[in-house]
């Protein structure tokens, strides 16, 4: 099969979009077309300084050597969980967050939760009801809240993240089969900062596949962590991926068509602001300072801070 | 001699003569979650396998951790 912009050999064929390319033309598109996202959504300017979430994973870094191609202003978070379960999991990561940082000559932040909170995501999540079982809701929770405050308090313009269009059709998915209003309100490419203490957030992946990220990881060699969480093994995420995954091998093109004509749909009115009822009542944490949906301590210092600690706080 | 398929270390073999996605249908590999190098360079799907080829499969998924939604 050869590239459609050139006679050498396609190296990927992305049926979804009718479009074979070689190497060096793949190199060139999913940049070009990362920027028309940005541009599309208005994400960001050449002016904002971007801070990047990155994993170590290959979206994340990926999206961070794009951003940096494209010529941003762009800095890296890394937040260390602590996850070890035999493979030393975060070790990894964060070395291969360090090691691209260092090849780029990137600036990357590191938030470590065990040095900074005392203790990591698994044990964390161990004491609490919601995640007695699995830690995920206590990492996700976690991570949104220490991107959101490294953002503000490093003053940048925007936080970025390496969501995909997987990832989106994923959420879009449950949050369907859910029903739930709040969350399918609140989708889209770039969350605005419309409540105090929150910074704006942005994908710029979001319409790219994640089997599209993958291949350019591997293009551009870049060394990213392969092996998955050892806690999303079996979470439903991976199981919505999966059926989605289903659907897309039948009909090319179907994951893309479900989050377009969805984010169509949002545009066309259909999701009332009303739903969303999260937003209608926005407290400020008295310990961080960061905006909840409750009055008193937002969830994660209910989380990280002791009992005794937060009654401290609350009487000063 | 037949074309070895290596996915997350698991090895499977196929005849010869096919394209990749029928080989990864074969296997019952969703062809759209993978995708294959040979001799450290990336196919497309309608690349047909040979003799003693030896593909080795890289799973799109990876990393992990919950996405921002109701999940």
């Given at each position: 099969m050869k590239c459609r912009k050139c006679d050498h050999k396609a190296v990927i064929n992305m049926r979804q979009h009718k479009l074979a390319l070689c190497k060096e033309h793949y190199l060139e598109w999913i940049p070009e077309q990362t920027q028309r996202f940005i541009e599309k959504y208005h994400m960001?300017?050449?002016s904002d300084r971007v801070l990047v979430a990155v994993s170590g994973g290959k979206d994340s870094l990926s999206l961070w050597d794009i951003l940096s191609r494209l010529g941003y202003q762009v800095d890296g978070l890394y937040i260390g969980l602590g996850i070890d379960e035999g493979i030393g999991y975060s070790a990894e990561s964060q070395r291969l967050a360090e090691q691209f940082a260092a090849q780029h000559a990137l600036k990357l932040h590191v938030v470590s939760i065990p040095d900074r909170y005392g203790e990591t995501i698994p044990a964390m999540a161990g004491r609490t009801l919601r995640g007695h079982d699995k830690p995920c809701a206590v990492c996700g929770m976690s991570k949104r809240h220490i991107m959101n405050r490294a953002a503000r308090e490093g003053g940048y313009d925007v936080l970025v993240t390496g969501h995909n269009l997987d990832d989106e059709a994923a959420v879009l998915f449950a949050n369907t089969m859910n029903w739930l209003p709040g969350y399918l309100v609140r989708q889209w490419p770039v969350l605005e900062a419309n409540r105090p203490g929150l910074v704006r957030k942005a994908k710029?992946?979001?319409?790219?596949y994640e089997r599209e990220m993958a291949a350019y990881a591997l293009l551009r060699e870049i060394e990213y962590?392969?092996?998955?969480?050892?806690?999303?093994?079996?979470s439903k995420s991976l199981y919505y991926k999966e059926i989605l995954d289903r659907m897309e091998a039948d009909r090319p093109g179907a994951k893309l068509s479900f989050y377009l004509t969805f984010l169509q749909a949002k545009e066309n009115g259909?999701?009332?602001?009303?739903?969303?009822?999260?937003?209608?009542s926005i407290h400020t944490c008295p310990s961080c300072g960061q905006p909840t949906?409750?009055?008193?301590?937002?969830a994660f210092c209910r989380t990280v801070i002791k009992p005794d600690q937060l009654e401290l706080i609350h009487v000063h | 001699m037949p074309v070895k398929l290596i996915l997350r270390g698991k090895e499977y073999e196929v005849k010869p003569g096919m394209t990749l996605r029928h080989s990864l249908l074969k296997i019952e590999?969703?062809?759209?979650?993978v995708l294959a190098t040979r001799q450290g360079e990336l196919i497309t799907e309608e690349e047909i396998l040979q003799e003693g080829d030896v593909i080795k499969l890289v799973a799109v998924v990876s990393g992990g951790g919950i996405l921002e939604g109701g999940e």
């Open positions: 960001f300017g050449k710029p992946l979001c319409r790219l962590i392969y092996d998955e969480c050892p806690y999303s093994i079996g259909l999701f009332a602001p009303g739903a969303d009822v999260e937003a209608e949906s409750a009055p008193g301590f937002c | 590999v969703n062809p759209v979650s």
